[in-house]
């Protein structure tokens, strides 16, 4: 008659893996932000270089929108003036605009590796973050003339259309609505991106942070 094993206790099971550092909800929420700062960075450096090669003129096409002649006018002579600015100012605009691009680029990949929880990420992320933040406020500083005219173009553009659909009441409390947004809303956001920016690094240099990232460069083969 054969005997019958004992029961297996849980003392006898092997010991399970430990997991490691778990990843900061701070971080993940760094690294989102992050992610949506590099997806802006890219589209508006792609932008701007679709702009300097000149492959379509949109502004044409949206001040030919306008029916008033007189609104119309006065819409396409700011838009030359954007022009004027934007063509005095291609030295600057275009290396800035090109490393806007490679710095979005850079910032989405390294962001996606990060919420990956890929290693090696963390040092080349810091720095992309922090090179994107100093090209961001040098350009808004750089590039101020063609910033304002773009800004009065468009702000002048949306009004003419607003004119035509809303009644006389109605645009007079719009209006200076519109030029409080055209003044605050540029050095509001510039302010936001950098104090943004500042949070990130913080959350990215963080003790646990540093655990996360150290303990996923152990646990991946390609690190070694």
Same mark, same amino acid.
């Given at each position: 008659?054969?005997?019958?094993?004992?029961?297996?206790?849980?003392?006898?099971?092997?010991?399970?893996?430990?997991? &490691?550092?778990?990843?900061?909800?701070?971080?993940?929420?760094?690294?989102? @932000?992050?992610?949506?700062?590099?997806?802006?960075?890219?589209?508006?450096?792609?932008?701007?270089?679709?702009?300097?090669?000149?492959?379509?003129?949109?502004?044409?096409?949206?001040?030919?929108?306008?029916?008033?002649?007189?609104?119309?006018?006065?819409?396409?002579?700011?838009?030359?003036?954007?022009?004027?600015?934007?063509?005095?100012?291609?030295?600057? /605009?275009?290396?800035?605009? /090109?490393?806007?691009?490679?710095?979005?680029? /850079?910032?989405?990949?390294?962001?996606?590796? &990060?919420?990956?929880?890929?290693?090696?990420?963390?040092?080349?992320?810091?720095?992309?973050?922090?090179?994107?933040?100093? *090209?961001?406020?040098?350009?808004?500083?750089?590039?101020?003339? @063609?910033?304002?005219?773009?800004?009065?173009?468009?702000?002048?553009?949306?009004?003419?259309?607003?004119?035509?659909?809303?009644?006389?009441?109605?645009?007079?409390?719009? /209006?200076? @609505?519109?030029?409080?947004?055209?003044?605050?809303?540029?050095?509001?956001?510039?302010?936001?991106?950098?104090?943004?920016?500042?949070?990130?690094? *913080?959350?990215?240099?963080?003790?646990?942070?540093?655990?996360?990232?150290?303990?996923? &460069?152990?646990?991946?083969?390609?690190?070694?």
């Amino acid at each position: 008659m054969s005997s019958i094993p004992p029961p297996a206790r849980d003392s006898d099971a092997p010991p399970k893996a430990d997991p &490691g550092p778990r990843r900061p909800k701070y971080l993940v929420v760094a690294l989102v @932000m992050a992610l949506a700062f590099g997806a802006g960075c890219w589209t508006e450096g792609c932008g701007r270089l679709a702009f300097y090669r000149g492959e379509v003129d949109y502004g044409a096409q949206l001040n030919q929108q306008i029916k008033d002649e007189q609104d119309r006018e006065r819409v396409e002579s700011l838009y030359q003036r954007y022009l004027d600015a934007a063509d005095s100012g291609r030295g600057r /605009a275009i290396p800035i605009a /090109a490393a806007i691009f490679v710095l979005g680029a /850079a910032l989405l990949a390294l962001t996606a590796r &990060g919420l990956a929880g890929k290693s090696n990420t963390r040092s080349a992320l810091v720095q992309v973050v922090a090179a994107q933040a100093i *090209v961001v406020a040098g350009s808004y500083f750089a590039l101020k003339p @063609m910033r304002e005219a773009e800004l009065e173009w468009q702000s002048e553009h949306t009004l003419a259309m607003k004119r035509e659909t809303m009644t006389t009441d109605q645009f007079e409390q719009v /209006a200076p @609505m519109m030029h409080k947004l055209r003044r605050w809303t540029p050095p509001a956001w510039l302010v936001f991106r950098t104090f943004a920016s500042a949070l990130i690094l *913080v959350a990215l240099t963080r003790q646990r942070s540093r655990e996360f990232f150290e303990a996923a &460069g152990g646990a991946d083969p390609q690190a070694s």
